[in-house]
Nanobody, 120 residues
Framework: QVQLAESGGGLVQAGGSLRLSCTAS????????MGWYRQAPGKQRELVAIPTSSGDTMYADSVKGRFTLSRDNAKNTVYLQMTSLKPDDTAVYYC??????????????WGQGTQVTVSS
């Protein structure tokens, strides 16, 4: 099994910054990708930042230039640096990992989510 632990969410004023972290643990054999989605109240879950097969990062248009995805392979951790936050960024942020484990072929695992609230 693979577990994900997210941290870094909270309440911040508009214009502020937060850094989300997500660490994968368990019987991991290999990690193919790690990224972030978010879900605002009453809306569908949407892509925030994910790695592409070419090694680049795909960002939602609404966060381009403000959010940065990074990863520490040695720690099995992915980060989402968020700057110039806006009230529209308020959502539950979910990390995912696409990984194979000692007990299962490659599949996607999701974290429990971390709340980000941006006040105006």
């Amino acid at each position: 099994q693979v577990q994900l632990a997210e941290s870094g969410g909270g309440l911040v004023q508009a214009g502020g910054s937060l850094r989300l972290s997500c660490t994968a643990s368990g019987s991991i054999f290999s990690i193919n990708a790690m990224g972030w989605y978010r879900q605002a109240p009453g809306k569908q879950r949407e892509l925030v930042a994910i790695p592409t097969s070419s090694g680049d990062t795909m960002y939602a248009d609404s966060v381009k230039g403000r959010f940065t995805l990074s990863r520490d392979n040695a720690k099995n951790t992915v980060y989402l640096q968020m700057t110039s936050l806006k009230p529209d960024d308020t959502a539950v942020y979910y990390c995912y990992v696409h990984a194979s484990s000692a007990y299962a072929p490659a599949r996607t695992y999701w974290g429990q989510g971390t709340q980000v609230t941006v006040s105006s």
